[in-house]
């Protein structure tokens, strides 16, 4: 299965990627260079800058500049040519989650869909009925001027009469679904469907069932049919995978972004208690202005007791706690990113691989240790760090509490080398100028 | 063809600003001498200071704190965040993080809190409704709220919005002249610069998107309240500008109700900057445009229509197609906005 | 108290929602009563109240 058993909380990809879709408003930035493998290393390689470029219909490029983008980020810069391609061609693309894949192969198959034929022509599987019903969205919203092409989901839930078949141009749903779909109540038919996606590899792959269900739809296609996967991580197994499902595949990669402290000012308050960190809390409130926070407690019962607090001085406080179930951490998120709440209080267990960069100011209200007491540096880094330069300058602010406390501010510094300054949070000259 | 409508207009409109500059100025300067401790010269630091600092952190958070917390949440919410503003403006004693603080406490004390309370307005629009554009409403409904009662607020607000957003300003940008450093100039068209270089253009728009969102919030929310507000109405200049109405602040002449949104300009050798017009045209028709077609009708309807036949074709031939996207966005909603006319 | 009609003031600036008739030049009336503006000649004081329709 795809658990990771982790500090005693099992960590879920398939949930964490939801959470981080969840939480993200905006592209991750990275700057490191797209590698491009060819099937045809003589074929000119075609990049695009623009959208125009891409000679879609009008009515796709309105969904697509109606969704607030501009120009095509670094990996669409690659993948759309390949993908509009004709004769069609595979392909394999690997980058971190947000840097546009899903908004890229929503495009293909929106472009892809011959709306006047009335059967399914475009297939996508993607591990959970959550993340199916986030691609869906993107569909639909890019499609919005293209009221011909309809989108059917293939998920729990979703019944349908056997043997009628789907009119929906566009299915997407989870494996399971889908299999059933095409082999026992045959709503599709396999042999006509002309592009075939698989999101989420690396996650797909970690639940066995998932994996030989994909294997199985991928069998019944036509050899001619478009293949591409995504997956925002490529071990082996995944490796492994794609060549079983991609054959000959253009392959193109970008890098993770390492994520580093440059573009974050850092600082550190000596408190005595809890309390006298919560007034620190407050001060900077009051001098600095920040859309949202995000303030990492060490338990649980601290996280309760300054989510009681901020509420009580009239703050919009959500608190991420390790016992809620998936759908109400959902729930927190989805609050947060749409500005409901604009504090989140959370401990590191619950929130681990939440992607945070959307929020410009990091609170450790206990500093992040590890089981002997020491510095956890990739916690730290991981919280507040950030990668590239996407705009907006981040704050990250340490409370520090005793000798031992620190002693960690000191392994951090040394860690990482850099500067992590002192702050007066009762000092409002200092601060305005430090945090400027 | 007749330029001269516009001009004496437009001079106006300057001295206007700059009014509006020179008080906020004056104003910051008023208690920027509270700053320094005088007798730190002889050598010691009074205790007349360390609490002036200390009534200077608790009157601005007092003043800044509940403008953080407002949220699209809940209603009531909003009720009371503006109570406890103007309390505090009222020179009332307010509770703000188990302390008690009023303005009375020192001679300079309202004119701080007006002058840092107008400036977190906009940064708040700046920051959050840049990212949430939902947040604006609530955040003008204080704010007009405030402004309404306290009119030096209003100043402060409408000087600060000026200085970090120059679109709301009703007039052009001057051109670049020559000689002047290339960054230079992006700071005068309201790009960050500092040490690491100039802001991106994403960042940059966002952040322009906030404030005039919020800006035309604020317009619309005070528009059917009292006889303060002064309207003046939308037009095209060279290229685009829009007048909307807005409330008056005390303290500056007449003409301070005038507020404009100015669409940048072809002729002022501004091309590549039509992204930016189209952009916050955009922001502030949508927030705002439905409100500007229930008074002027006709004569609000002929401005899009202007738009339409004149402005896109001009703007589509000079804008480069990496930057269509706004101009596309624009066009495409004032096409479903205003074609059930 | 209802807005104050006709508070233009003379520097083209206005406290109003819309202008009096008598403020306005020949030019700017024009403008308003035509069945589209001119680019570069578009008032910039406010319509007068009667001239919202056509
Ligand atoms: N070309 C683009 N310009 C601006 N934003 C984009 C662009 N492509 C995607 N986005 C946005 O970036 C975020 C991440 O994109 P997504 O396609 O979900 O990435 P991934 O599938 O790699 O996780 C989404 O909010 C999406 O709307």
């Known amino acids: 299965g795809g658990w990771k058993r982790d500090g005693g909380e099992r960590v879920d990809l398939a949930e964490q990627s939801l959470l981080n879709k969840l939480i993200r408003r905006s592209l991750v930035r990275n700057r490191n260079q797209v590698e491009v493998l060819q099937r045809d290393p003589t074929s000119p390689l075609y990049s695009v800058k623009t959208f125009e470029e891409l000679r879609l219909k009008p009515e796709l490029l309105k969904g697509v500049y109606n969704m607030g983008f501009n120009r095509p980020s670094r990996i669409q810069e690659n993948a759309l040519p390949m993908m509009l391609a004709q004769p069609p061609q595979n392909l394999i693309a690997q980058s971190q989650s947000g840097t546009g894949k899903t908004a890229a192969f929503s495009l293909a198959m929106l472009s892809h869909v011959n709306p006047a034929n009335k059967w399914t022509q475009c297939l996508c599987i993607a591990p959970t009925y959550e993340l199916a019903l986030q691609i869906g969205q993107v569909i639909e919203q890019m499609g919005k001027f293209c009221p011909d092409v309809k989108l059917a989901y293939g998920i729990r839930g979703n019944r349908m009469e056997r043997g009628t078949k789907l009119q929906e141009q566009i299915v997407i749903g989870t494996p399971g679904t889908i299999l059933d779909w095409c082999t026992k109540y045959k709503l599709i038919d396999p042999k006509k469907i002309t592009m075939f996606v698989l999101d989420e590899a690396d996650v797909m792959i970690a639940t066995q069932g998932h994996r030989d269900q994909s294997i199985r739809i991928h069998r019944q296609l036509s050899k001619d049919c478009q293949m591409l996967l995504f997956s925002a991580t490529f071990e082996d197994s995944v490796w492994r995978f794609a060549e079983q499902v991609v054959p000959d595949p253009n392959i193109i990669r970008l890098k993770r972004e390492e994520e580093t402290l440059d573009t974050i000012k850092q600082f550190y308050v000596v408190c005595r208690e809890k309390e006298d960190k919560f007034t620190a809390l407050c001060n900077l409130y009051g001098s600095l202005t920040i859309a949202q926070a995000m303030i990492f407690c060490h338990t649980r019962k601290m996280a309760a007791w300054l989510t009681t607090n901020l509420t009580k001085e009239g703050h919009q406080v959500a608190l991420l706690s390790g016992e809620m179930l998936v759908e109400q951490r959902a729930a927190v998120i989805e609050r947060f990113r749409n500005g409901k709440e604009k504090v989140l209080v959370t401990t590191n267990v619950c929130s681990r691989g939440i992607d945070v960069e959307q929020v410009s100011l990091v609170v450790n209200f206990d500093l992040p240790v590890d089981l002997d007491g020491n510095a956890d540096n990739e916690t730290y880094l991981h919280r507040i760090g950030r990668t590239g330069r996407f705009g907006r300058r981040g704050f990250a602010v340490n409370m520090v509490d005793s000798k031992h406390s620190m002693d960690i501010i000191n392994q951090i510094e040394m860690h990482f080398n850099r500067r992590i300054t002192k702050l007066d949070t009762s000092n409002l000259e200092e601060m305005e100028s430090l945090m400027s | ?341 | 108290a209802p807005p104050a009609a006709g508070a233009a003031s003379a520097d083209g600036a206005s406290d109003s929602l819309f202008s009096p008739e008598s403020k306005l030049t020949p030019e700017e009336l024009n403008q308003f009563k035509a069945k589209r503006f001119t680019l570069g000649q578009i008032p910039l004081k406010p319509p007068p109240a009667d001239m919202l329709v056509v």
Request: aromatic fraction near 10%; hydrophobic fraction near 35%; charged fraction near 20%.
């Open chain 2, 1 to 341: 063809q007749r330029k001269g409508l516009q001009n004496s207009a437009e001079d106006s409109t300057l001295k206007w600003y700059k009014e509006l500059q020179d008080s906020a100025a004056q104003c910051a300067q008023s208690f920027e001498q509270l700053n320094s401790p005088k007798d730190a010269q002889f050598g010691f630091t009074s205790l007349l200071w360390t609490q002036t600092k200390k009534l200077k952190l608790e009157l601005q958070k007092a003043a800044t704190i509940p403008v953080s917390q407002i949220s699209s949440n809940s209603g009531s919410q909003l009720r009371e965040i503006f109570d406890k503003i103007h309390k505090l403006l009222s020179g009332q004693a307010v509770v703000s993080a188990g302390r008690s603080v009023s303005t009375s406490q020192h001679p300079q004390g309202l004119d701080f809190v007006c002058y840092k309370l107008a400036e977190k307005f906009v940064k708040q629009g700046e920051e959050e409704v840049a990212s949430h554009h939902e947040a604006a409403f609530p955040i003008a409904v204080v704010a007009s709220g405030v402004w309404e009662l306290h009119p030096r607020v209003g100043t402060f607000i409408l000087a600060h919005l000026h200085k970090k957003c120059p679109y709301a300003v009703p007039h052009y940008l001057p051109p670049m002249k020559e000689g002047t450093p290339v960054e230079e100039y992006q700071r005068i068209l309201g790009y960050r610069v500092d040490d690491s270089g100039v802001e991106g253009q994403d960042s940059f728009l966002k952040r322009m998107s906030g404030m005039i969102r919020l800006y035309a919030a604020m317009i619309q929310l005070r528009w059917p309240y009292g006889s303060k507000q002064g309207i003046v109405y939308s037009l095209f200049g060279r290229s685009f500008v829009v007048y909307p109405p807005l409330p008056r602040s005390s303290g500056t002449s007449r003409s301070e109700s005038r507020l404009a949104l100015v669409g940048s300009d072809a002729q002022h050798g501004a091309a590549g900057r039509h992204h930016i017009t189209a952009t916050l045209l955009f922001d502030f028709l949508e927030v705002c445009g439905n409100a500007l077609m229930r008074q002027y009708q006709v004569q609000f309807w002929k401005l899009i229509l202007l738009l339409k036949d004149e402005y896109f074709p001009r703007i589509e031939a000079v804008t480069s197609s990496g930057q269509m996207g706004s101009v596309i966005r624009l066009k495409q909603f004032l096409e479903v906005r205003y074609s059930e006319r």
